[in-house]
């Protein structure tokens, strides 16, 4: 045990062993081993942490701070963070196997920065907006206020990514937070906490509680002091957080699972498509919401095409993240590996057609699979439907273009889609009918600081980015002011 870092939770600026008296093991994806413990918070502890979360809101600094001064913080948050980039790298690589390119974007110029300096400079830029209602003797004017103690509720697959989408626009908001990682990749979050240190924020203004759902994400989204709530996970634990929130009316912001399309077209750019197909799923194992995992292919290219995505991903180097060779590390965690293994026999089982085995990367130590593809799955059948959140593709043909948009519609998900054609008239067309909350057409997985994310059907609702992601965590108040200088009687 002398080697196992063991963490404690962070409330109020302070750090605090669980009342609970229980830890969670953290295991190292890429060797299997336990190296570091985290809490397993309870209710006591949750309580903790919105105390202080609610006391930096109402009685501290924070709920009183002019928007230019919490811009300031907030620039000093990214100045921060960029200069501990390789820790928070470094701990990310051990607690759920990312590759190191976590890093450069925590550096100066990367996006995760880049975000924090957006919305430091948005802090200022919350206007009002007059009413010309038509009431005489009358002023009506609308203001956008914070909500108070906000709860994060973070997925396990890129914790210091997720987190920043949702940090930066909820403090330059005006709020204050408690954050719940996911059990399984918590440390980095915890790590951040010391990092922040430096920025000299107010006591309470950022808490982190860790554990369960079930013993710490229920009671933090269900605290009568928490008004709102953010979440990104899968769409089974959105229902759930969703189902607590309604207890108290609550609003949320969800970003939850996909099984998004990629349609190519018989124009398409072929060589352009497949390494776009491959980079938008294959690197990250297939571990993202937005990951593009059901493949549409024209029926004329669909022989060459996928003889090409073959040879394409047949040529990853699926290793340790700490090795540079290395260009698909290992899945997350224990669980989510062995579900990724019974759904690819499943496939096998229910006839699919294997062209390339992932599971041949599977090392003695470590959870490793590689890119894994099957051809002539079906829309309807479970592979084409189910979220894998693996390195799993399946492809299908068509022949109409009203046909693939049905097809490419005809999911309970609607996060992202992509299309592939030369013909950008076209592509745009069809991206009109798609329902999904981001198309890309002749790319995959670019986002951007300024540009909204989120879901439509049961990929989520709400946004995260941009100016509609600040928006979330404020909520609309309508003043109305009398001119007149007497009430007049109502019963005279």
Excluded at 115 to 127: F, L, V
Excluded at 226 to 244: E, L, P
Excluded at 299 to 326: C, H, N, Q, W, Y
Excluded at 388 to 405: K, L, N, R
């Amino acid at each position: 045990m002398a080697d196992i870092r063991t963490y404690r939770y962070f409330a109020g600026n302070t750090w605090h062993d669980p009342a609970t008296g229980r830890w969670i093991d953290s295991e190292n994806p890429a060797t299997g081993e336990v190296w570091a413990r985290v809490p397993d918070c309870g209710p006591e502890d949750v309580a903790r942490a919105v105390a202080a979360a609610r006391t930096a809101f109402r009685d501290g600094p924070w709920g009183r701070m002019q928007p230019a001064e919490r811009g300031r913080a907030l620039r000093r948050i990214g100045d921060v963070i960029s200069a501990h980039a390789d820790r928070l790298g470094a701990v990310e690589l051990l607690d759920n196997g990312r590759l190191p390119n976590i890093a450069p974007g925590l550096k100066p110029g990367g996006w995760q920065v880049d975000s924090w300096h957006y919305y430091a400079g948005m802090c200022d830029k919350i206007e009002g907006r007059v009413i010309p209602a038509e009431v005489p003797d009358m002023h009506n004017y609308l203001k956008w206020q914070p909500y108070g103690v906000v709860a994060l509720i973070l997925p396990w697959n890129s914790p210091i990514g997720t987190l920043t989408w949702k940090l930066a626009p909820c403090l330059a908001a005006g709020n204050t937070v408690v954050i719940k990682p996911s059990e399984q990749a918590s440390c980095s979050v915890l790590d951040l906490m010391e990092i922040l240190a430096e920025a000299d924020l107010p006591p309470g203004v950022v808490n982190v509680v860790t554990g369960f759902g079930a013993g710490t994400g229920e009671p933090l989204i269900d605290h009568p002091d928490v008004r709102m709530v953010s979440f990104t996970g899968g769409t089974g634990g959105g229902r759930t957080a969703a189902a607590v929130a309604a207890r108290q009316v609550k609003p949320l912001v969800m970003e939850l699972g996909g099984k998004s399309p990629q349609i190519v077209l018989p124009d398409a750019d072929l060589h352009l498509a497949v390494n776009g197909v491959v980079a938008g799923i294959f690197p990250a194992g297939g571990q993202s919401c937005i990951s593009g995992s059901r493949l549409l292919v024209h029926r004329s290219v669909i022989g060459e095409f996928t003889e090409r995505l073959v040879d394409v991903a047949s040529k990853a180097r699926v290793g340790p993240p700490d090795d540079p060779a290395s260009q698909i590390g290992p899945i997350a965690n224990r669980p989510h590996y062995e579900s990724i293994l019974r759904r690819i026999a499943a496939a096998e089982a229910a006839g699919h057609r294997l062209l390339l085995d992932g599971r041949s990367a599977q090392r003695d130590r470590g959870y490793y699979i590689g890119p894994t593809i099957f051809a002539d799955v079906p829309n309807r059948s479970e592979l084409a439907q189910k979220e894998v959140f693996g390195p799993v593709v399946s492809t299908e043909t068509w022949d109409d273009e009203a046909e693939v948009i049905r097809t490419a519609n005809d999911t309970l998900y609607g996060l992202a889609a992509g299309i592939w054609s030369r013909d950008v008239t076209r592509a745009m067309r069809m991206a009109d009918r798609i329902e999904a909350g981001t198309v890309y057409i002749n790319n995959y997985f670019n986002a951007a600081t300024q540009s909204p994310v989120g879901g439509w059907k049961q990929s989520g609702y709400g946004r995260e980015n941009g100016w509609e992601g600040m928006k979330a965590f404020m909520q609309t108040k309508s003043v109305w002011l009398a001119t007149a200088p007497l009430q007049p009687d109502p019963f005279a």
